[in-house]
C-alpha cells in the first residue's frame, strides 16, 4: 500500500532562517506530487506541483522553492523565513495530475518568530 | 480569485439536526471531490462526483454535483459529534486540486 511521510511535525523558526521540509512517498511510481499551504485551518493554497524528477511547477511566486531530488521525494526550502511563511503546510500525491484523489501527509505547523 | 466558494464558512449545530454545505463556481470542472479535515491533520476524501446531476450517499452523507457541472453540495443528515471538521470541496485546474476555503463544522452533542 502506499504511505505518504512528511516532516517535521511541528517547526519554530527565526525570522531570516533557512528552511527545508520534507515529503517522501512509498509504494507507487512517478507519482504527482504536490506542495499546499494552509492558513488558520481554512483553505489550502496550491504552492508548488510536479508531474516528474525535475520538474516543479510554482503557482504563487513567494519566498519559498521546492525541489525533487528523487522520484518520490518533494522538498520545500526558504533561504530567509518571513513572519508571513506561518502555516501549516501539506504534502500530497495523486497517480494522476489532478484528476484523482490526492493523499495529503500529516503535515508540518511551520512558526516563524 | 477564489475559483471555488464555500458557504456557509462556519456552522455549528447540535447532534441530530440536519445541514447543507455549498461549494460553488463560474466555472465548469470535469469533476469535484469533497474532503474532510481534522485539526492537525491532512484532508481526507470522501467522494468524488463526476457526472451533471449525479447523486452520491455515503452512510448519513449525501453529495450532489450540479447539472452544469459548476457546483456541489454536501448534506449531512442527523449530524453526530463525530461529523465535526473542516469539509473542503476541490476541482481540478490544470495540473492540480484547487481547494475552496471549507466550511468548518461544529456538532455538539
Known amino acids: 500500500s502506499q504511505t505518504i511521510h512528511q516532516w517535521p511535525a511541528t517547526l519554530v523558526q527565526p525570522v531570516g532562517s533557512p528552511l527545508s521540509l520534507e515529503c517522501t512517498v512509498e509504494?507507487?511510481?512517478?507519482?504527482?506530487l504536490y506542495w499546499y499551504r494552509q492558513a488558520a485551518g481554512r483553505g489550502l493554497q496550491l504552492l508548488f506541483y510536479?508531474?516528474?524528477?525535475?520538474?516543479i511547477s510554482s503557482e504563487v511566486p513567494q519566498n519559498l522553492s521546492a525541489s525533487r531530488p528523487q522520484d518520490r521525494q518533494f522538498i520545500l526550502s526558504s533561504k530567509k523565513l518571513l513572519l508571513s511563511d506561518s502555516g501549516f503546510y501539506l504534502c500530497?500525491?495523486?497517480?494522476?495530475?489532478?484528476?484523482?484523489?490526492?493523499?495529503f501527509g500529516q503535515g508540518t505547523r511551520l512558526t516563524v518568530v | 480569485t477564489q475559483l471555488l466558494e464555500q458557504s456557509p464558512q462556519f456552522l455549528s449545530i447540535q447532534e441530530g439536526e440536519n445541514l447543507t454545505v455549498y461549494c460553488n463556481s463560474s466555472?465548469?470542472?470535469?469533476?469535484l471531490q469533497w474532503y474532510r479535515q481534522e485539526p492537525g491533520e491532512g484532508p481526507v476524501l470522501l467522494v468524488t462526483?463526476?457526472?451533471?446531476?449525479e447523486v452520491k450517499k455515503l452512510k448519513r452523507l449525501t453529495f450532489q454535483f450540479g447539472d452544469a457541472r459548476k457546483d456541489s453540495s454536501l448534506h449531512i443528515t442527523a449530524a453526530q459529534p463525530g461529523d465535526t471538521g473542516l469539509y473542503l470541496c476541490?476541482?481540478?485546474?490544470?495540473?492540480?486540486?484547487?481547494f475552496g476555503k471549507g466550511t468548518s463544522l461544529l456538532v455538539t452533542p
Open positions: 500530497a500525491w495523486s497517480v494522476e495530475a489532478g484528476q484523482t484523489e490526492a493523499f
Open positions: 509504494g507507487t511510481s512517478n507519482p504527482n
Open positions: 510536479s508531474v516528474g524528477i525535475g520538474q
Open positions: 466555472s465548469v470542472f470535469s469533476s
Open positions: 462526483v463526476v457526472t451533471g446531476g
Open positions: 476541490a476541482g481540478t485546474r490544470g495540473y492540480a486540486l484547487n
